[in-house]
């Protein structure tokens, strides 16, 4: 008898422990998503033993994020704060001795380039420039440090450049003339100023710009980094990607590699001519005998696959290394011997590590899975970070062979588990031509298969892009899992990460093949899994998703119970002239309007509107000039006049994204109340 009552004493205690256990947790919001903090810029001492990194953490009471410096072994011991500054200090760089690490500071109330000992003290600042100081990167001897700043290109000094803007802010007339294009450039109107690459010595010293003259900006705008910048091994001069092009800047792609002096003393000598297409991303080889850079074929064509270029240094030979290998690396490095190249590349619905033989090109992958980044190499094992659909960024490294996984860091370990997220798995199915397609399906959090969940469809932009295996901090399908929604994302024709060919296939079709893979995705996805409730179903989407929610507001208007269009195309003919780079139209859609208005007309929302019918969600931010603001006003304008249940959500303060916390959540609990309203 007593044995009995033990075993139900002990069940009655299981079943206290779970009940406790889920009282302490909660299913996974948009606050648990800011609250997140995130990893980013890892950089491995030049010995191997440590990694210093920026660690950026929501600050609701200012309304945005801050950001300090955070250092740990790379075996994963000893991790501490570095810098503990109420300003931010980020763009980390190790001196080449290892004992002192520089970085971008704002805490002398401007961005500057400081530097700290590793044998303790404190911070000194190191410049003391008029302007913000921007993309720190320290020459291999550490004699130079170069950034970049904001200059007018025909000023002789930074310090002229202030003077002009403080005249310019004195002046009663508010009216600028332009000549010529850009007139503004994704968040920002152009005022002239260009981003220009300084150096000086790193004891002290003025400042020299040595793209004194020209026209261009480096890195590029808007979301190029200090990647795009490095020293020669005997670090007397800089090579640097920019585009100096003229007029035609805003239809073309053609980012060359220039290398320059650091005194200044010669104008800056282009690299790579002879490619019109895109170059970028400079690394030497250890021994400094080899310049490896990332190059596209195709001018005009922003999502062309880029290649590994090696030139033999300084003779300028050169052999592209992965011409046969149908992947795109991004961020990469060599090797300690040289002989082996580490990079990631969009790969079937994740990022992957790969090495690549410097001497054969072959690849051969040795980390699949998750959202791979800045690798980086520490002795005999690779640094890199990792994301994935159910946790932020950390650090992590792997032997070369792929083996012995190790995970670095646990930043976010305690707030993931005081969370309940979903569960997430991935398919493939027949789409467009029976050609193969992935999705990813996140179910709902605490899932019962015996239940009907509705689905948060979701549509990813570029149209080059990809829902993978990442921790996203706007579309982040743990946001619906939360709520009690399955998130179903389908990586359609035009996606990244499964060959050029699929990339391509979008040219002159945005309606078309995408819409047929988002449509076969869903009846697959509704099939394969029964507690999908079929009748309770939504679509949304941003950027090239917005163009798709109103496009399948006209072409397939009888699916979704309701829709979420956040900075979307109605009319890709004027979107053509309210946008500022032409290229990407001019490319996607084969020409301009005037030359060639079917391509413009034949997939073109606007002429499906006498269709709609679906209630939509529209939402749009003031700043965004990539999709401008009119599109959306134009959107629910059309709902409004047509009767169909709308909302307008308007952003005055945030560009193509929404980036303040605040604006973040408010952007969250619209959309989730809006499927509520229609799905629930």
Not at 458 to 475: A, D, E, K, T, V
Not at 627 to 632: P, R, S, W
Request: with cysteine.
């Amino acid at each position: 008898m007593w044995l009995a009552r033990l075993f139900l004493s002990v069940l009655i205690l299981m079943s206290f422990g779970v009940t406790t256990g889920r009282a302490q947790t909660h299913p996974f919001s948009v606050h648990d998503m800011l609250a997140m903090d995130r990893l980013s810029d890892p950089q491995v001492s030049p010995d191997g033993g440590q990694i210093v990194f920026v660690l950026r953490k929501t600050d609701l009471e200012v309304n945005k994020g801050r950001t300090d410096l955070w250092l740990v072994r790379s075996n994963g011991r000893d991790l501490r704060r570095l810098t503990s500054h109420v300003e931010g200090d980020f763009n980390p760089r190790w001196s080449p001795d290892g004992k002192s690490i520089l970085f971008l500071s704002t805490r002398s109330g401007s961005s500057q380039v400081w530097r700290i000992r590793m044998d303790g003290g404190e911070a000194e600042q190191i410049t003391e420039e008029p302007l913000d100081v921007s993309n720190l990167v320290v020459s291999p001897d550490e004699n130079h440090i170069a950034f970049t700043m904001d200059v007018f290109p025909d000023c002789r000094t930074p310090s002229e450049t202030k003077e002009r803007l403080d005249q310019i802010e004195k002046r009663k007339a508010s009216g600028r003339i332009y000549e010529r294009l850009f007139v503004r450039h994704w968040d920002t109107w152009k005022d002239g100023r260009r981003s220009h690459l300084f150096a000086m010595p790193t004891a002290g010293g003025g400042a020299v710009d040595v793209m004194r003259g020209m026209d261009a900006d480096t890195p590029s705008k808007a979301f190029g980094g200090p990647e795009e910048i490095t020293f020669t091994p005997d670090g007397k001069g800089v090579i640097f990607s920019a585009r100096d092009v003229g007029a035609k800047e805003p239809w073309s792609t053609d980012f060359d590699l220039y290398l320059a002096p650091v005194g200044g003393s010669e104008s800056p000598k282009c690299l790579t001519e002879k490619n019109e297409a895109w170059d970028t991303n400079p690394v030497f080889s250890p021994d400094g005998k080899t310049l490896a850079y990332l190059a596209m074929a195709r001018p005009g064509y922003e999502a062309d696959r880029f290649r590994i270029v090696l030139r033999r240094w300084p003779d300028a030979k050169e052999r592209i290394l992965t011409e046969d290998w149908d992947r795109s690396p991004s961020s990469f490095c060599f090797s300690t011997d040289g002989k082996t190249i580490y990079t990631t590349a969009d790969n079937l619905g994740q990022s992957s590590l790969f090495a690549i033989d410097v001497h054969t090109g072959a690849a051969k992958t040795v980390v699949k899975e998750g959202n791979i980044s800045s690798p980086s190499v520490a002795g005999q094992r690779i640094i890199y970070a990792m994301n994935n659909l159910q946790s932020p960024a950390e650090l992590y490294s792997v032997k070369p062979d792929g083996a012995d996984i190790r995970k670095i860091t646990q930043i976010n370990s305690e707030k993931l588990a005081s969370v309940r997220i979903g569960e997430y798995e991935q398919f493939t199915f027949a789409g467009w031509n029976n050609e193969t397609v992935y999705c990813y399906v996140v179910k709902p959090v605490d899932f019962d298969s015996q239940k009907k969940y509705p689905v948060a469809f979701l549509i990813h932009g570029g149209p080059q892009g990809s829902f993978g295996n990442m921790f996203h901090y706007r579309w982040n399908p743990q946001a619906y899992a939360g709520a009690g929604y399955t998130a179903v994302m389908v990586d359609f024709h035009g996606s990244t990460g499964y060959g050029q060919a699929f990339t391509d296939s979008i040219r002159g079709d945005w309606g078309g093949k995408p819409l047929v893979d988002l449509q076969k995705g869903l009846a697959v996805a509704l099939e394969r899994y029964p507690w999908m409730d079929s009748d309770r179903v939504g679509a949304l989407g941003g950027s090239f998703g917005g163009y798709m929610v109103n496009w399948i507001a006209g072409n397939w208007p009888d699916r979704f119970r309701c829709l979420v269009n956040h900075d979307g195309n109605l009319c890709e003919r004027m979107a053509y002239y309210d946008t500022e780079e032409l290229w990407f139209p001019e490319w996607d859609h084969i020409g301009t309007p005037w030359d060639n208005p079917e391509h413009y007309e034949k997939q073109n929302p606007v002429n499906f509107v006498k269709n709609w019918k679906t209630p939509m969600l529209v939402i749009h931010g003031a700043l965004d000039y990539r999709v401008a603001d009119t599109q959306g006003l134009g959107t629910f304008n059309a709902l409004q006049r047509r009767g169909i249940p709308s909302k307008l959500l308007y952003f005055p303060d945030e560009n193509h994204w929404v980036l303040k916390p605040h604006n973040s959540i408010l952007w969250h609990e619209t959309v989730i109340a809006w499927l509520d309203q229609w799905l629930k």
